[in-house]
């Protein structure tokens, strides 16, 4: 049954993949996919029940994941009301005034810097919402806002990578005691600007010339710009509230980002309520969530529960076992490098499969305490997992959070990607695994081929 729910696993992404040939819509698929993925497990869990944790049933574990799944889909939903609204009140031309030049390649170094920065204190998700509605205010053109969105999800990601609150992988490693937060921020900082520039740069070669900026005039009725600031704010607040308010109370994101969307909420009632006039009326949460991205918000559900099974019947476990076994010995004359070669599969692995359990898995077989500890804290193998894991989703489009939100606010097609931006992300993600394995001191200074190669 284990080779059953794999092989309905690859069906479904190839269908997912081929949304546009096919004509089916993705979150159909992704639903149908998840739903079928954990009834096959729920015909066969006698088979698996080893796995489960003792007193538990399998429907204890669909519960679990729901959970964890719907804890992804509410801070989602959050996040996305919280800039609709924004934008609905035209708080964005506070930023898009502010950039003035309209050359493309100035345009996308901008863009991609401030992205990255922004990612490591927010998160790549919420970042990637908020400069993917930035980008409907500055390029009119579908195809070239597309190119940029894809940038987007590469600095998002990256930029997530290097900081402890940026990406939900590097938090798991954080929380759980493999990285301190300095540590993790120098020693991945670097690689990760590495993993933005060279996309920049290869990309930025082919551009030319200036983008068109929308007619601002077709967005309908003109907000006071008192009330453009006011609720620009108080959203952009929201947003960076979060991860304080995680690091003050030591609960989930998401609960964060709904008391964030619960103050900008009654917020607009009330100015909705007191300052429309005549035709005018202006915009509630109430209204804007009739607005937000709803198959969007179902595709990450059923892919998340897709892969949520495939967790649960053991096969992320087992395939993190067979890269164990296969790369863990492997040495240059006697320095030991097999843990980079598992840290890269398992980065390039994050694009297909969520990042999240892979790294979960890592953890769990390298335990950080007691008396057979094989990478203690700190240790290259953390730092580089967090690179890794938090870069390589960038390889596909619905390989990360900021990646399927992108796709879903852009219609940007799976295979227009692939072909545009993947190689783009392959060059960063492996010129930044370069950097990194170069610069760090364990290997450097011992090896002697390296030292000789720079």
């Given amino acids: 049954m284990l080779v059953a729910i794999v092989a309905t696993f690859i069906i479904g992404y190839a269908c997912i993949a081929l949304e546009h040939p096919l004509k089916v819509n993705k979150t159909a698929t992704a639903l149908l996919l998840g739903v079928l993925l954990w009834t096959l497990y729920a015909f066969a869990h006698v088979q698996f029940a080893g796995l489960i944790p003792e007193g538990s049933t399998w429907t204890n574990e669909l519960t679990h994941h729901l959970g964890s799944t719907a804890e992804i889909v509410f801070f989602l939903l959050g996040a996305m009301t919280i800039v609709t609204l924004v934008d609905e009140y035209q708080g964005f031309r506070i930023i898009t005034d502010l950039i003035t030049t309209r050359n493309k390649k100035k345009l996308l170094w901008t863009l991609s810097i401030i992205t990255f920065f922004l990612s490591a204190i927010l998160d790549n998700m919420t970042t990637a919402i908020v400069m993917c509605a930035l980008l409907r205010k500055l390029i009119a053109d579908q195809k070239e806002r597309w190119l940029f969105a894809g940038m987007i999800i590469l600095a998002a990601n990256a930029g997530g990578a290097w900081s402890?609150?940026?990406?939900?992988?590097?938090?798991?490693?954080?929380?759980?005691?493999?990285?301190?937060?300095?540590?993790?921020?120098?020693?991945?900082?670097?690689?990760?600007?590495?993993?933005?520039?060279?996309?920049?740069?290869?990309?930025?070669?082919?551009?030319?010339?200036?983008?068109?900026?929308?007619?601002?005039?077709?967005?309908?009725?003109?907000?006071?710009?008192?009330?453009?600031?006011?609720?620009?704010?108080?959203?952009?607040?929201?947003?960076?509230?979060?991860?304080?308010?995680?690091?003050?109370?030591?609960?989930?994101?998401?609960?964060?980002?709904?008391?964030?969307?619960?103050?900008?909420?009654?917020?607009?009632?009330?100015?909705?309520r007191k300052y429309s006039k005549d035709n005018i009326v202006l915009p509630t949460a109430s209204k804007t969530l009739e607005h937000v991205d709803t198959p969007s918000i179902l595709f990450f559900l059923g892919i998340l529960m897709a892969v949520a099974c495939l967790e649960t019947c053991g096969a992320l476990a087992m395939l993190a076992a067979g890269l164990n076994s296969?790369?863990?010995?492997?040495?240059?004359?006697?320095?030991?490098?097999?843990?980079?070669?598992?840290?890269?599969?398992?980065?390039?692995?994050?694009?297909?499969?969520?990042?999240?359990?892979?790294?979960?898995?890592?953890?769990?077989?390298?335990?950080?305490?007691?008396?057979?500890?094989?990478?203690?804290?700190?240790?290259?193998?953390?730092?580089?997992?967090?690179?890794?894991?938090?870069?390589?989703?960038?390889?596909?489009?619905?390989?990360?959070?900021?990646?399927v939100a992108v796709m879903g606010m852009e219609k940007i097609d799976f295979i227009w990607y692939l072909k545009k931006i993947s190689p783009l992300a392959l060059a960063g993600y492996l010129a930044g695994a370069i950097v990194f394995i170069l610069m760090d001191v364990t290997i450097f200074e011992k090896v002697a081929w390296l030292r000789d190669l720079v």
Wanted: proline content about 5%.
């Fill in 164 to 272: 402890p609150i940026g990406d939900v992988t590097t938090i798991m490693l954080w929380i759980g005691g493999q990285v301190t937060t300095v540590n993790i921020m120098v020693k991945t900082l670097v690689a990760s600007l590495v993993c933005l520039v060279v996309p920049c740069a290869l990309l930025g070669a082919t551009l030319k010339g200036d983008v068109v900026a929308p007619d601002n005039s077709t967005e309908g009725v003109n907000i006071d710009q008192k009330w453009q600031r006011l609720i620009f704010f108080v959203g952009i607040a929201a947003l960076v509230f979060v991860p304080v308010f995680k690091t003050i109370t030591h609960l989930p994101p998401y609960l964060g980002m709904l008391f964030g969307l619960s103050v900008l909420w009654i917020l607009t009632e009330i100015i909705s």
């Fill in 326 to 403: 296969t790369f863990i010995d492997m040495h240059i004359g006697s320095e030991p490098v097999g843990f980079f070669l598992i840290d890269l599969i398992i980065g390039v692995l994050s694009s297909i499969i969520d990042n999240v359990p892979l790294v979960a898995a890592s953890m769990g077989m390298y335990p950080i305490h007691g008396t057979e500890v094989m990478f203690e804290v700190n240790h290259p193998f953390w730092e580089f997992l967090a690179y890794c894991a938090g870069t390589g989703g960038s390889l596909l489009i619905i390989g990360s959070a900021a990646g």
